[in-house]
């Protein structure tokens, strides 16, 4: 199974800790829209909360690219607060692991 695939079956089950799981101990992720960043724990309590809150939806993820060193995903996200937005999330890999995801969002919808 690759990275992408058990990324997809965790965000299919809503089961957080096994997206968590690939995040590398260094893991670090930069918010599109501050270019601030958080770090392997903060990021795991907001995809506990995100997965555990049924307004937030996934859709139409797919693979762009991925190899032994960056991972590229495409996906349409719903927000709790109605807004939809297309995602480009660029996920740099060591050790089989995500250290570090960047990611790119188009507002679709208000």
Do not use: W
């Not at 997206?19 to 501050?34: A, E, I, M, N, S």
């Not at 903060?42 to 762009?64: F, G, L, P, S």
């Amino acid at each position: 199974m690759t990275l992408y695939d058990t990324m997809a079956k965790a965000l299919d089950q809503r089961d957080a800790s096994m997206y968590t799981d690939l995040f590398h101990g260094d893991y670090k992720f930069v918010r599109h829209q501050t270019g601030t960043s958080m770090d392997r724990e903060q990021m795991i309590e907001m995809m506990e909360m995100m997965m555990a809150n049924e307004k937030v939806v996934v859709r139409d993820a797919r693979c762009v690219y991925e190899n032994d060193e960056i991972l590229v995903e495409h996906s349409i996200m719903d927000f709790p607060d109605g807004t939809t937005e297309a995602v480009m999330s660029v996920h740099i890999l060591k050790d089989g692991l995500i250290i570090r995801t960047e990611t790119g969002a188009t507002l679709i919808s208000k």
